[in-house]
């Protein structure tokens, strides 16, 4: 698991004045789930072109299996490619479509028979051999667009936002559909996308990119629980950054308190980030809070209310799944464990 089958050496790719990746370096492990995330522009599209062959970087190597194949044209290399236009061919029914790489190859037909029969059942549209694609939901012609992709038997499979098209039910479900797929054929998958939800729930690794630049990867649950920057801590979930000073190890100041933490290595008296998560901040009686505000909004989002509370002159977001009236006064507690501490230089 974790040996590298793909390294990205000091790529970067510009479009005129417009850098889009900047000397980034990356490692993928075989058979791990790994996404892409990051808003548009980010150049998370264009990782994933350099790596399939559709786009050529300045600088920089493509290294797959120990082996150079920055020059190795799309159709040489053992990576397969789903986009979000899934690019099926309108007048070829299902099975054609699935078996259109193979009859390519020049494969025997009982072999494609079997394979394609094997893909359909893989991606649970067994009977549809014979559907026209125009006759098909989105959901089901993604699963084609899948099925025909992984029919090839590639070592990687990249995935280009291949849910934008789909409605938010057929999304999650098709999140599941495709995290099970992964790991029953234990290959590689590249997944781009900009929804962090997505990220966070199929993920075995997330990279988060801005400007061309890797900000932080790891795990879902590091990402979301140790953001690096104010930047991840903003894309990822919903954060209050507060402004803080570090005044020596486990204790940092904002909002004109004293805090414990479990942060240390920023020195002394070193102005901070303080990154807390809405969920992580508990309503307590005004005088028996770290921290007194007062409730300006309440907005009832489903799962909990988000509560909008000013202290200070600062808003603060909180998550409770109990109302809170407007212009009531609170108190607020937070664990130190709670209490995420960031570089104040580290805001991008």
């Not at 790719?13 to 990051?38: C, M, S």
């Not at 002394?268 to 990154?275: I, S």
């Not at 489903?302 to 600062?314: L, R, T």
């Not at 009531?328 to 464990?337: K, L, R, V």
């Amino acid at each position: 698991m974790n040996e590298n089958i793909i390294e990205l050496k000091n790529i970067s790719k510009a479009y005129g004045d417009n850098t889009v990746l900047d000397n980034l370096n990356l490692e993928i492990k075989r058979n791990e789930f790994l996404t892409l995330l990051g808003p548009s522009g980010c150049g998370k599209t264009t990782t994933l072109k350099i790596l399939a062959g559709f786009e050529t970087s300045d600088s920089g190597n493509v290294i797959f299996e120990n082996t150079d194949i920055s020059s190795v044209p799309p159709y040489a290399r053992a990576l397969n490619t789903v986009f979000q236009k899934y690019a099926l061919f309108p007048h070829l029914n299902v099975y054609e479509n699935i078996a259109f790489g193979l009859k390519i190859k020049k494969v025997s037909k009982d072999l494609i028979d079997k394979k394609v029969k094997e893909m359909l059942k893989l991606v649970s549209l067994e009977g549809f051999e014979k559907r026209k694609i125009d006759s098909l939901s989105g959901g089901q012609q993604q699963r084609i667009a899948i099925a025909r992709a992984l029919v090839n038997e590639p070592k990687v499979l990249l995935l280009d936002e291949p849910l934008g098209a789909l409605d938010l039910k057929l999304r999650k479900e098709m999140q599941l559909e495709l995290k099970k797929i992964q790991k029953k054929l234990g290959i590689t998958f590249v997944f781009v996308t900009h929804d962090q939800e997505e990220a966070l729930t199929m993920s075995d690794t997330i990279i988060v990119m801005n400007n061309g630049k890797i900000q932080q990867m790891g795990t879902p649950e590091d990402i979301y629980n140790e953001p690096s920057n104010a930047f991840v801590a903003n894309f990822i979930g919903e954060s209050n950054i507060l402004s803080g000073i570090m005044l020596e190890d486990f204790k940092v100041k904002f909002s004109g308190k004293l805090f414990q933490c479990v942060d240390k290595g920023f020195g002394n008296n070193t102005p901070v980030q303080v990154v807390i998560r809405p969920e992580d901040i508990k309503i307590v009686e005004p005088d028996k809070g770290m921290v007194k505000g007062r409730v300006s909004s309440v907005i009832f989002k489903g799962v909990h209310y988000e509560i909008e509370v000013e202290v200070d002159g600062v808003k603060w977001i909180l998550h409770n799944t109990k109302c809170v009236e407007a212009q009531t006064e609170i108190g607020m507690d937070i664990t130190p464990s709670d209490l995420h501490i960031i570089n104040k230089e580290s805001d991008v």
